[in-house]
T-cell receptor, first 115, second 112 residues
Framework: AQSVTQPDARVTVSEGASLQLRCKYS??????LFWYVQYPRQGLQLLLK??????VVQGVNGFEAEFSKSNSSFHLRKASVHWSDSAVYFC?????????????FGGGTRLTVRP | DPKIIQKPKYLVAVTGSEKILICEQY?????MYWYRQSAKKPLEFMFS???????DNQTASSRFQPQSSKKNHLDLQITALKPDDSATYFC???????????FGEGTRLSVL
């Protein structure tokens, strides 16, 4: 069965600093990969997705993620964070087939951006 | 305006009672889902529907029953509620069954 690990439950950075949120997955083949963000008292919003091709994918609000098959990772990055980026970030994986749309989520990383 | 509407936003129930969580989407999507987020577990998949047909059920308990009366509706009936059912239940949808879902704002259920 597939699984997703986000090793950092909480990350704190200063505004303007660069950011990397880590995500490791376990799956026998190349999965579909996603990053979602959850702002307080809101639902999840899709930041970006990876299906195939260029391992670096661009998302909304300056976020990007890099897929690494050798490391089974899909880390999220941003060059310069803003205080409004404070939220919980979820990495998710889906099996690369047409069997269904079940996403398996990691436990999330709570990002706090200090002014 | 939110395109996936979940009602109610907050719900308090007593142990043993039954509740229905409402979900409507106005995105023209053909696939709808339910996910659950609790304090003890990561966000977890419950059900997926495609063209009003059940595609996948990862919920062990029959106390959870999805109901699709219309193409853009997927309600969730929960019977014999337990305190462990306390969680935020998210409805989601996507154009088709194999695409990234968009999520509603959730219904936060507390079972006393």
């Amino acid at each position: 069965a597939q699984s997703v690990t986000q090793p950092d439950a909480r990350v704190t950075v200063s505004e303007g600093a660069s950011l990397q949120l880590r995500c490791k997955y376990s799956y026998s083949a190349t999965p579909y990969l996603f990053w979602y963000v959850q702002y307080p008292r809101q639902g999840l919003q899709l930041l970006l997705k990876y299906y195939s091709g260029d391992p670096v994918v661009q998302g909304v609000n300056g976020f990007e993620a890099e897929f690494s098959k050798s490391n089974s990772s899909f880390h999220l990055r941003k060059a310069s964070v803003h205080w409004s980026d404070s939220a919980v970030y979820f990495c998710a994986v889906r099996e690369n087939n047409n069997a269904g749309a079940k996403l398996t989520f990691g436990g999330g990383t709570r990002l706090t951006v200090r002014p | 305006d939110p395109k996936i509407i979940q009602k109610p936003k907050y719900l308090v129930a007593v142990t043993g009672s039954e509740k229905i969580l409402i979900c409507e989407q106005y995105l023209g999507h053909n696939a709808m889902y339910w996910y659950r987020q609790s304090a003890k577990k990561p966000l977890e998949f419950m059900f997926s529907y495609s063209y009003q047909k059940l595609m996948d059920n990862q919920t062990a308990s029959s106390r959870f029953q999805p109901q699709s009366s219309k193409k853009n509706h997927l309600d969730l009936q929960i019977t014999a509620l337990k305190p462990d059912d306390s969680a935020t239940y998210f409805c989601a949808s996507s154009p088709f069954n194999n695409q990234a879902p968009l999520f509603g704002e959730g219904t936060r259920l507390s079972v006393l």
